[in-house]
């Protein structure tokens, strides 16, 4: 069993920057492939990027290339979304999200652990 929680979200003004953490209990976090979703009003969840269990393989959603950058830290069982440039269409509730293996990644429907979620908005 693996409890996730998110934090750091906020309001933050179009091109600023906020770094979301996702704590989690257990003993197995390094075993996990990591995940963070968002989810709009009225919008499908919707993947935005995924970290391997070691931390060396990395998969972003196009939208978020090259602004946001997934890491963790397995001694501290955390990972982390760091997102520069933001811009209002990234207003969402942010979910970290925890399976394993590295298939099917877009797929809400794989993951078996989910956080509660952290409010981003960004104000234009």
């Avoid at 009225?42 to 602004?67: H, M, N, P, Q």
């Amino acid at each position: 069993q693996v409890q996730l929680v998110e934090s750091g979200g906020g309001l933050v003004q179009a091109g600023g920057s906020l770094r979301l953490s996702c704590a989690a209990s257990g003993r197995t976090f390094g075993s996990y492939t990591m995940c963070w979703f968002r989810q709009s009003p009225g919008k499908e969840r919707e993947f935005v990027a995924a970290i391997s269990y070691s931390g060396g393989t990395l998969y972003y959603a196009d939208s978020v290339k090259g602004r946001f950058t997934i890491s963790r830290d397995n001694a501290k069982n955390t990972v982390y979304l760091q997102m520069n440039s933001l811009k209002p269409e990234d207003t969402a509730v942010y979910y970290c999200a925890a399976r394993t293996g590295w298939y099917g990644l877009q797929d809400g429907r794989t993951y078996a652990y989910w956080g509660q979620g952290t409010q981003v908005t960004v104000s234009s």
